[in-house]
């Protein structure tokens, strides 16, 4: 089970992945009201909502600081 990298809910993969729709570069996009996720350093980071997202945007070296 994914948590979110900021709050720590636990995040439903199945629905944080369910196909909304498609970017022009083909990439998959997310429901933001079921999580959403961010390309961050070569790794999807996953989140509950867009505020969460929104934050680790901001400042990802805090979220990223207690991980090995
Ligand atoms: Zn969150």
């Given at each position: 089970m994914m948590k979110c990298l900021v709050?720590?809910?636990?995040?439903?993969?199945?629905?944080?992945?369910?196909?909304?729709g498609e970017t022009a570069?083909?990439?998959?996009e997310v429901?933001?009201?079921?999580?959403t996720r961010q390309?961050?350093?070569?790794?999807?980071y996953y989140?509950?909502?867009?505020?969460?997202?929104?934050?680790f945007t901001v400042s990802p070296q805090r979220y990223l600081a207690g991980k090995t």
């Open positions: 709050c720590g809910k636990a995040i439903d993969l199945e629905d944080a992945e369910t196909k909304t570069f083909g990439a998959k429901d933001p009201s079921k999580g390309f961050h350093d070569g790794i999807w989140f509950d909502t867009l505020n969460c997202r929104s934050k």
